[in-house]
């Protein structure tokens, strides 16, 4: 099996991880425990290994998500 030395960059309508926990301004790892918990929508695609959500879905997430004290 040949390794790629350059992966091909994931679509501009996919973020992964890392981009939608950037965008709620929390860590990576929260993100993905959020997922492992069914706390948060699974991956929508994936690309090779990484998992990706569409954005409207991680800021529509967002905007319905109970926040504590508000």
Not at 37 to 62: H, I, L, Y
Request: glycine share 6%.
């Amino acid at each position: 099996m040949t390794r790629m030395t350059n992966p091909p960059a994931l679509p501009n309508d996919w973020w992964t991880a890392a981009e939608c926990a950037a965008y709620l301004g929390i860590a990576r790892g929260t993100w993905a425990a959020y997922v492992a918990r069914e706390q948060a929508p699974a991956p929508e695609r994936m690309f090779g290994r990484s998992p990706a959500w569409r954005p409207q879905t991680v800021k529509s997430w967002a905007e319905s998500r109970p926040r504590h004290g508000k």
